[in-house]
């Protein structure tokens, strides 16, 4: 692997540590109760992370797709195209285990079945032109939309979109999962779209970073603004809870604006990773941080075992303090990054990823 290769799967580590520190805040934060608690500068902070971090680990996952299969793509070798792509499809088969598993035990936020999907259609794709990949991404957007406004958004969800009642039944998973769950695949799937294009372009290498990340921050400034000028102007015609539904950039509903804007805010929060890779990679700290993101399944699994876990065994959980919440994150992810420091030293690969790689 030559220098500027290894230097982009690192800062990808380090992007992907920073997914897992958003999730796990976005996460505690409803888990504990805790939305609507805390000062309006607190809520904030919290929302800022509320539906970038899981978009940017999506993003993330679609980049290591094309990475993992770029050799059976560029050689177009059958036999290289059929283990990549059963490889694919026992990857998905083991997320999608492991996303039902913590959906049993409760966790309605999963994120890992939704991703078993991905890599499922990935291992379709993972061959197909760039084109393909381009001309997809609007068409996903466009049927996403469209069944926003025919369908129910709010089918099988309570009040505050904490619990979905008839998950379980054919029906209520199956619109969960394509429609209106945490993160369904129209238009979830665009992420990973982004990211298996990005994965096969030049635009992570050091000429094209500037490039990249001016793009997708003036791109963020450009769909909050749209989004906030529409829904101010669509006012008189519109209630303000049907323009927001229209128009807003928040992740229910995920609307075009939200899926443009999430794509701009992932971009660049990769674009920053490898100038900071450029810069701190030798540091203890930023390796710290690298060694948790090659661990980022074991650590968003046991964030929700272990972490929420400790949490309900001393009756702490639906506490309703939203400054805990943060703090028990942050402390969270400290305690992740202590680990994967320790666990890096002996072994290459985290204890779930190392199942996964055994099983696929």
């Not at 939200?258 to 701190?280: E, Q």
């Not at 949490?311 to 028990?328: D, K, Q, R, S, T």
Request: glycine share 6%; proline share 3%; charged share 15%.
């Amino acid at each position: 692997m030559n220098p500027s290769s290894k230097a982009r799967i690192t800062a990808l580590d380090l992007a992907r540590a920073l997914a897992i520190f958003g999730m796990i805040i976005v996460n505690y934060k409803p888990a504990m109760k805790a939305d609507n608690d805390g000062p309006a500068w607190l809520r904030a902070i919290a929302g800022v992370f509320e539906g970038r971090a899981s978009a940017l680990f999506v993003v993330l996952a679609g980049v290591g797709v094309s990475l993992m299969t770029s050799k059976a793509r560029r050689t177009m070798d059958s036999s290289l195209i059929r283990q990549s792509r059963n490889s694919l499809f026992r990857r998905a088969a083991f997320l999608l285990a492991a996303g039902t598993f913590l959906l049993l035990i409760g966790w309605s936020a999963d994120i890992l079945h939704y991703y078993a999907v991905f890599l499922f259609v990935a291992a379709f794709l993972f061959t197909a032109s760039d084109r393909i990949l381009l001309v997809l991404i609007p068409i996903v957007l466009l049927v996403s939309q469209m069944l926003l406004l025919v369908l129910d958004y709010s089918a099988g969800w309570n009040a505050e979109f904490h619990e979905y009642s008839g998950f379980w039944t054919l029906d209520g998973f199956v619109r969960n999962l394509l429609f209106n769950g945490f993160h369904p695949v129209f238009p979830w799937l665009c992420f990973f779209l982004v990211g298996m294009w990005i994965g096969r372009r030049d635009w992570l290498n050091r000429e094209n970073r500037a490039r990249l990340l001016s793009f997708s921050l003036l791109g963020v400034v450009a769909l909050e603004t749209v989004s906030y000028l529409l829904i101010r102007w669509t006012s008189p015609w519109l209630d303000h809870e049907s323009a927001t539904y229209l128009f807003g950039t928040k992740p229910m509903p995920p609307t075009a604006l939200y899926i443009l804007s999430g794509t701009c805010s992932s971009l660049g929060i990769i674009a920053i990773c490898l100038y900071a890779i450029d810069k701190f990679e030798p540091s203890r700290l930023t390796q710290a941080v690298i060694s948790t993101g090659q661990l980022s399944l074991s650590h968003y699994i046991g964030h929700v075992v272990i972490g929420l876990g400790v949490l309900e065994v001393f009756g702490y959980l639906e506490n309703g303090n939203l400054a805990f919440a943060l703090a028990y994150a942050t402390a969270y992810f400290i305690f992740a990054i202590l680990f994967s420091t320790v666990w890096r030293r002996r072994m290459d690969r985290g204890p779930v990823e190392l199942l996964m790689r055994k099983l696929s």
